[in-house]
């Protein structure tokens, strides 16, 4: 592969990928995908449709607002001339964006890559010592921050000098906003970047401790769209979308903003997404696409009676494997079946996945038109159909980590090894078997057992600890800890609940262990490590 001239001024993304040799296979034409050399993806994504008279069509409808795609493409016009103009960003600098999934959250992630930046998006929850390695690994000076999150974010700057400045916004007063306001700041061309220019770096939870930054191209925004989002969601431009996660889950980002703006729909963006705030966003703006993780969709099912949520006609599931039985209840109360999906930030989005018409209940799906799937073993050989092993994926998208040793492990062959286990039957479809590795999914949260036990530690009684997940009908699974505790201290309720907030004040709240379980003693290796597959196997037990 040969780059193309980058539109980058700032060479830091380009300088920090992997070397060609580690890339995994990434091929557009078999998926039928063909862009333009020169390409910066938010043109495509908002101002082609005002540029081809669809400006007064609605982008997105919030609790309390609003905007057509012609007051969107203003909004990101403003907010890009002011970081260009009054905040000194140039193209390839990288800014990190800290919010809700709110319409100035959306205005300000498209600004970024409008004006050649690259954006690092963090989830509203982390902690300050769980932003500072995204801050520290992408050189960050510049942050645009929600006023009410800013909080975490200047405690974090105090350990890293390099994050310059913070602007925040969200009401009318505030920096951005004011800055925003100033005239002739309503037009932006947008900076002329080639479609491998790097606008997005996504950090993984991180199995081990250190997440891992994720690199990905302009026109990777657009293959998502006109690979999965076509060609196996097959929205309209008259579809609302709506969903809860975060827009620093790359699942979020695709399903509540690069899907709609690709084909000039809305998104629907509730102040509030829990499972019961979605059932009421969906009556009042009548939602018809829905992107949330099969824990939510349990959630909702004894919520349904009486409310009104015939709008919706595609429900996408996500984030952990779908339960069938949590399948076969959604189907039962609203005669709508659940479109399961697996993807990785790696590869930004879902890349198996079956069209409603192919559904087979219990399955993941069948890989997205473009990829191509198969399940290998340990020493990547491929195996039988009907045999567990690991899953391998290559496609139009694939993992170019951020400066890091990683690659190898995830980049094998020129395919991507993605860390599940799964089976492929006879007709070519997937079925989820376990994580190969020690991460937690909960609630469609993934979370690494190593940094809660790294918290737990922190505090003064606790000797030693383990964590693992633990199965769970309502959560997939639940955080479980292991603790010994030091000499004096009592393992009771009130310890519980000690240990449990002392996680939840230290790293974001939902990492936090919802069982932990006193013990006198760890099993462990004659070497010392700890067995954490021993703590599995007693989790699943007790379960």
């Given at each position: 592969?040969?780059?193309?001239?980058?539109?980058?001024?700032?060479?830091?993304?380009?300088?920090?990928?992997?070397?060609?040799?580690?890339?995994?296979?990434?091929?557009?034409?078999?998926?039928?995908?063909?862009?333009?050399?020169?390409?910066?993806?938010?043109?495509?994504?908002?101002?082609?449709?005002?540029?081809?008279?669809?400006?007064?069509?609605?982008?997105?409808?919030?609790?309390?607002?609003?905007?057509?795609?012609?007051?969107?493409?203003?909004?990101?016009?403003?907010?890009?001339?002011?970081?260009?103009?009054?905040?000194?960003?140039?193209?390839?600098?990288?800014?990190?964006?800290?919010?809700?999934?709110?319409?100035?959250?959306?205005?300000?992630?498209?600004?970024?890559?409008?004006?050649?930046?690259?954006?690092?998006?963090?989830?509203?929850?982390?902690?300050?010592?769980?932003?500072?390695?995204?801050?520290?690994?992408?050189?960050?000076?510049?942050?645009?921050?929600?006023h009410r999150l800013r909080a975490e974010l200047e405690t974090a700057q105090t350990q890293v000098p390099e994050l310059a400045r913070i602007v925040a916004f969200g009401a009318e007063g505030y920096e951005l906003e004011a800055l925003m306001a100033q005239p002739g700041y309503e037009v932006f061309e947008p900076v002329d970047t080639s479609s491998d220019?790097?606008?997005?770096?996504?950090?993984?939870?991180?199995?081990?401790?250190?997440?891992?930054?994720?690199?990905?191209?302009?026109?990777?925004?657009?293959?998502?769209?006109?690979?999965?989002?076509?060609?196996?969601?097959?929205?309209?431009?008259?579809?609302?979308?709506?969903?809860?996660?975060?827009?620093?889950?790359?699942?979020?980002?695709?399903?509540?903003?690069?899907?709609?703006?690709?084909?000039?729909?809305?998104?629907?963006?509730?102040?509030?997404?829990?499972?019961?705030?979605?059932?009421?966003?969906?009556?009042?703006?009548?939602?018809?696409?829905?992107?949330?993780?099969?824990?939510?969709?349990?959630?909702?099912?004894?919520?349904?009676?009486?409310?009104?949520?015939?709008?919706?006609?595609?429900?996408?599931?996500?984030?952990?494997?779908?339960?069938?039985?949590?399948?076969?209840?959604?189907?039962?109360?609203?005669?709508?079946?659940?479109?399961?999906?697996?993807?990785?930030?790696?590869?930004?989005?879902?890349?198996?996945?079956?069209?409603?018409?192919?559904?087979?209940?219990?399955?993941?799906?069948?890989?997205?038109?473009?990829?191509?799937?198969?399940?290998?073993?340990?020493?990547?050989?491929?195996?039988?159909?009907?045999?567990?092993?690991?899953?391998?994926?290559?496609?139009?998208?694939?993992?170019?980590?951020?400066?890091?040793?990683?690659?190898?492990?995830?980049?094998?062959?020129?395919?991507?090894?993605?860390?599940?286990?799964?089976?492929?039957?006879?007709?070519?479809?997937?079925?989820?078997?376990?994580?190969?590795?020690?991460?937690?999914?909960?609630?469609?949260?993934?979370?690494?057992?190593?940094?809660?036990?790294?918290?737990?530690?922190?505090?003064?009684?606790?000797?030693?600890?383990?964590?693992?997940?633990?199965?769970?009908?309502?959560?997939?699974?639940?955080?479980?800890?292991?603790?010994?505790?030091?000499?004096?201290?009592?393992?009771?309720?009130?310890?519980?609940?000690?240990?449990?907030?002392?996680?939840?004040?230290?790293?974001?709240?939902?990492?936090?262990?919802?069982?932990?379980?006193?013990?006198?003693?760890?099993?462990?290796?004659?070497?010392?490590?700890?067995?954490?597959?021993?703590?599995?196997?007693?989790?699943?037990?007790?379960?």
């Amino acid at each position: 592969m040969n780059f193309l001239r980058s539109g980058h001024i700032d060479s830091f993304a380009r300088d920090n990928l992997p070397p060609l040799a580690q890339w995994p296979q990434i091929d557009l034409d078999t998926a039928g995908l063909h862009y333009p050399e020169r390409l910066n993806a938010v043109a495509a994504l908002v101002d082609d449709h005002v540029a081809q008279g669809r400006g007064d069509r609605i982008a997105i409808i919030g609790d309390h607002l609003s905007w057509s795609y012609g007051d969107l493409a203003e909004r990101i016009n403003r907010i890009a001339n002011v970081l260009t103009r009054d905040l000194g960003m140039v193209a390839g600098n990288r800014v990190l964006l800290r919010a809700a999934n709110t319409p100035m959250m959306v205005a300000a992630y498209l600004a970024v890559i409008k004006a050649g930046g690259v954006v690092v998006a963090t989830m509203p929850m982390l902690r300050a010592v769980e932003l500072v390695y995204p801050i520290r690994k992408a050189r960050i000076a510049l942050a645009l921050c929600d006023h009410r999150l800013r909080a975490e974010l200047e405690t974090a700057q105090t350990q890293v000098p390099e994050l310059a400045r913070i602007v925040a916004f969200g009401a009318e007063g505030y920096e951005l906003e004011a800055l925003m306001a100033q005239p002739g700041y309503e037009v932006f061309e947008p900076v002329d970047t080639s479609s491998d220019d790097v606008c997005l770096i996504g950090f993984t939870s991180g199995t081990t401790g250190e997440p891992k930054g994720t690199m990905h191209f302009q026109r990777d925004l657009l293959v998502i769209c006109d690979a999965y989002g076509a060609k196996v969601l097959k929205a309209t431009p008259d579809d609302r979308f709506i969903g809860s996660a975060p827009l620093a889950f790359t699942f979020g980002l695709g399903g509540m903003v690069l899907f709609p703006f690709r084909i000039g729909a809305a998104a629907v963006l509730p102040d509030k997404t829990g499972p019961f705030d979605l059932i009421d966003a969906i009556e009042r703006h009548k939602a018809s696409v829905m992107f949330t993780a099969p824990t939510a969709y349990r959630a909702m099912l004894d919520k349904l009676d009486g409310r009104d949520v015939g709008s919706l006609r595609i429900c996408v599931s996500a984030g952990e494997t779908l339960p069938k039985p949590v399948f076969d209840a959604w189907l039962a109360k609203t005669s709508m079946k659940l479109m399961d999906g697996i993807g990785a930030t790696e590869l930004l989005h879902i890349f198996i996945a079956a069209p409603l018409e192919a559904i087979r209940p219990g399955s993941t799906g069948i890989p997205v038109p473009g990829y191509e799937a198969k399940i290998v073993d340990s020493d990547g050989r491929d195996v039988p159909d009907g045999t567990p092993g690991r899953l391998a994926v290559r496609g139009p998208i694939g993992c170019r980590y951020l400066a890091d040793a990683r690659q190898g492990n995830y980049v094998q062959n020129g395919w991507n090894i993605t860390g599940d286990t799964y089976i492929r039957d006879q007709d070519g479809y997937f079925w989820y078997q376990a994580r190969s590795d020690d991460m937690i999914i909960s609630s469609g949260y993934n979370i690494a057992g190593p940094e809660v036990e790294a918290c737990l530690l922190g505090h003064p009684d606790v000797l030693e600890c383990g964590v693992v997940g633990s199965p769970c009908p309502e959560r997939g699974n639940i955080v479980k800890a292991y603790v010994v505790l030091r000499e004096g201290a009592t393992g009771n309720a009130a310890m519980l609940k000690l240990l449990q907030d002392h996680v939840k004040a230290g790293i974001a709240p939902y990492k936090y262990p919802r069982a932990i379980e006193f013990v006198t003693a760890l099993p462990k290796t004659a070497s010392g490590k700890l067995q954490r597959f021993a703590l599995r196997q007693m989790a699943q037990g007790e379960a």
